[in-house]
Structure formats: structure tokens, C-alpha cells
């Protein structure tokens, strides 16, 4: 397992001439990983909202950069992959446990007499359906959102809680004709999700023909899926 002392002092080589993740985003990100890995070594239950979990992690997509520094994405990925490892574990240790999420205790009322101040226009708050705990993480999230919505991952989180949120779609990688492993694995956790389980793959082709996956394969082009 990693800790949150291991993210924060991780050094990424950078890359200029050839893609790489922003450097800013990345570290930006990591901080949020390392808040929630100190969180989970201070006893947190891993169902404690507010805290990244595994999916969270698997849906992230950092922009690219190029012919400016970057960080080396396959340095990157790589250290998210144990990230990943590290929320299931404390999840499963969770869930076995019967470990309870931290609810934050209610703020106590003013005094007698005493009338709080209120200056300027109050904020509308986000319209969310169910409890409070729920309210709380589709607000969180958003506000961790540049775009003001959720990833699918944490939408899926927040439903589960009893929030009514609409998923933001993952935006596509332009450089790209197809998907990454870590968004395609994301993509497949979430779709099992919504399956109640079923993990059965399968690929349909364009004249819609459905194939079994049979297995994966690894070749100097990338990940292949065997079909049958």
C-alpha cells in the first residue's frame, strides 16, 4: 500500500518535445489523493464522503500538454494505478470491518439574543435530491470540478448515497482514435456497475454483430482484445 507521505514526495521526469500530463493539474490532483490517503491513516472509513475512492481515481483524465514541460505520463499512470490498489484495499478492509463514515457533527446554534451578521448575497445552493451526507459530496465534487459537474465515477458514488446527479460524461482524448486503458477500465467498472454486476464483455461491431471477449492480449501496438 502507498502512503500519503509516498504521493506527496513522488518526482515525475518531465518531458518537453513529446507529450506529457500538465504539471500543474497533476500536482493539484495529487494533492486531493494525498488529503484523502492522510484522512484513511487517521482512521476515516473509506466510505466517508468527501474521500476519493478507487473510481474516482480510475475516471481522472489529466490534459495533455506539448512542446511545453509536461510530466511522463507512463510515470504518472503508474503511480495512480497503486493509488487505485490502495483505496480498494482500504475499502475492502472497510466494508469487512463494518467501519462507519465520519459524518461532520451539526454546527451549534447562536446564543440567545444573538443575531449572526449576514453580508451580501447568499449562494444558491446545488438542487440534490436525499440526505445531507449526499447533498455534501455532489457539492464537494462539484466544486473540485472545472467544468461544475461530476465524472461518472462520482456520480455513481453520489447516487449511491441517495443523491439524484447527472453524470458528466469523460471528455475523449482528441489525440487519439481510441480509448486509453485506464479510461476504458474506468468505463467498464462504471458499466458493471449499472448492470448490477454483470461483467460479462462483449464487443458489438458496426453491423451489429456481438462478440464474446475471449481474452486480452499485449503486443507492440497496445492492448488487444480476442474476440470469439
Do not use: C, W
Not at 85 to 92: D, G, N, S
Not at 171 to 185: K, N, Q, S, Y
Amino acid at each position: 500500500m502507498i502512503t500519503a507521505e509516498d504521493v506527496r514526495s513522488r518526482k515525475f521526469s518531465t518531458t518537453k518535445f513529446r507529450e506529457g500530463y500538465d504539471i500543474e493539474e497533476v500536482d493539484g490532483y495529487l494533492d486531493e489523493v494525498g488529503q484523502t490517503l492522510t484522512s484513511l491513516e487517521a482512521g476515516a472509513a473509506a466510505t466517508t464522503p468527501g474521500l476519493l475512492g478507487p473510481e474516482d481515481v480510475l475516471a481522472k483524465v489529466f490534459d495533455t500538454v506539448k512542446f511545453r514541460e509536461g510530466y511522463a505520463i507512463d510515470e504518472v499512470d503508474d503511480l495512480l494505478d497503486v493509488v487505485v490498489q490502495t483505496l480498494q484495499e482500504h475499502r475492502a478492509r472497510a466494508l469487512a470491518t463494518g467501519a462507519q463514515p465520519v459524518v461532520p457533527a451539526p454546527p451549534s446554534p447562536p446564543a440567545t439574543g444573538v443575531v449572526p451578521a449576514v453580508t451580501g448575497q447568499q449562494p444558491t445552493a446545488p438542487t440534490t435530491t436525499g440526505s445531507q451526507p449526499a447533498i455534501d459530496a455532489v457539492r464537494d465534487a462539484q466544486a473540485a470540478s472545472p467544468a461544475g459537474g461530476l465524472t461518472p465515477a462520482a456520480a455513481i458514488r453520489a447516487q449511491g448515497m441517495g443523491a439524484s446527479v447527472t453524470p458528466t460524461p469523460l471528455p475523449p482524448d482528441p489525440e487519439a482514435a481510441a480509448l486509453g486503458t485506464r479510461v476504458l477500465i474506468s468505463q467498464l467498472q462504471i458499466a458493471t456497475i449499472r448492470t448490477h454486476g454483470n461483467d460479462v464483455l462483449s464487443v458489438t461491431t458496426p453491423d451489429g454483430t456481438v462478440l464474446r471477449v475471449v481474452a486480452v492480449d499485449a503486443s507492440p501496438q497496445g492492448v488487444t482484445l480476442r474476440l470469439a
